[in-house]
């Protein structure tokens, strides 16, 4: 029995991507890097925290392909310290952003 294919994602389609960095990611400018790279990516907002676990954690919402552009940035783009691994969650946008910012 064959399954329905769902229909391809649209890029544009607004979307709330959470990622959790893990590695050496505080004390080294992790976060402002991260906040350059989606100000030149455009179009986000959210911001980027250090967690008490060291950790990163990212919230950015925009359009879908925007995000996915920043979360392959986070796994294998030219970051401060040492990336392990990231971790991510997909839900709905709740536009309380303004900017993107460092917390």
């Known amino acids: 029995m ?3 294919v769902p229909p391809p994602e649209d890029p544009a389609e607004p ?3 959470t990622a959790w960095v893990r590695g ?3 004390g080294v400018g992790f976060r402002w ?3 350059a790279a989606a100000l030149e990516i455009g179009e ?3 911001f980027a925290l250090n967690l008490a676990d060291g950790r990163v954690q990212v919230v950015a919402e925009g359009p879908r392909e925007r995000c996915e552009r920043l979360l392959g940035w986070l796994r294998e783009g030219d970051t401060p310290g040492r990336v392990d691994g990231v971790t991510e969650i ?3 946008p709740r536009g309380e ?4 910012a460092v917390r």
């Open 2 to 4: 064959d399954r329905p």
């Open 15 to 17: 979307v709330r991507m």
């Open 24 to 26: 050496l990611v505080q």
């Open 33 to 35: 890097y991260t906040r």
């Open 44 to 46: 986000l907002r959210g």
């Open 90 to 92: 997909w839900d709905t």
């Open 97 to 100: 952003y303004r900017d993107f």
